[in-house]
């Protein structure tokens, strides 16, 4: 009797880890990368594809052109995408360090096969405070090679496409390809 109750609590003990590892296991496997990855892409130091729209929000008109003499992050997301739930914190403090640098980065997000209305409810939720425009038959993605979201685009002042992000972009990955793109422009300006 004394064997049988012993062994009891051993199977107890290793049902319970086989549990906790098979949890961990489905949370590490549905898990994103904790950071986007740089891709190579066509475009990288070509010129960035033009793109026009109307903000979701304001209703203002947004050209990409007119941003050009600034940095500038275009950021393709869809409220379905997991991942782009996960980066929607870290975008937003990147444009709020980005809006209080007198050289800081403008950004231009871009809805990705997704309905204007539930992409403005996003954007809303997540506090975003920078112009968004929708992509209707995906032409803004396609130019861009974008083949699903989160895709982010850095593009220099000179309207060079100088680094391309594929998955949730953390504030620190924007910054290090900030600076590296501002580095090299500083080699090619020869300053």
């Not at 998955?167 to 990955?173: S, Y």
């Amino acid at each position: 009797m004394t064997g049988h109750h012993r062994r009891h609590p051993t199977r107890w003990v290793a049902g319970a880890v086989l549990v906790v590892l098979v949890v961990v296991g489905v949370v590490l496997a549905t898990r994103t990368p904790e950071e986007a990855t740089a891709v190579a892409s066509p475009l990288l130091g070509r010129i960035a594809p033009g793109f026009t729209g109307t903000d979701l929000d304001t209703g203002s008109p947004v050209s990409l052109a007119s941003l050009r003499g600034h940095y500038v992050v275009v950021n393709f997301f869809a409220s379905w995408c997991v991942p782009c739930q996960e980066e929607a914190p870290d975008l937003s403090r990147f444009h709020y360090e980005q809006s209080h640098n007198s050289d800081g980065a403008d950004m231009v997000s871009v809805v990705f096969h997704d309905t204007t209305a539930t992409a403005r409810a996003f954007l809303r939720a997540n506090g975003d405070l920078w112009p968004a425009v929708s992509d209707p038959g995906g032409t803004i993605a396609e130019h861009y090679g974008v083949t699903a979201p989160p895709t982010t685009f850095v593009i220099s002042p000179s309207g060079r496409v100088s680094a391309v992000l594929e998955g949730p972009a953390t504030q620190k990955n924007l910054d290090s390809f900030l600076k590296a793109a501002r580095a090299e422009q500083a080699r090619a300006s020869g300053g």
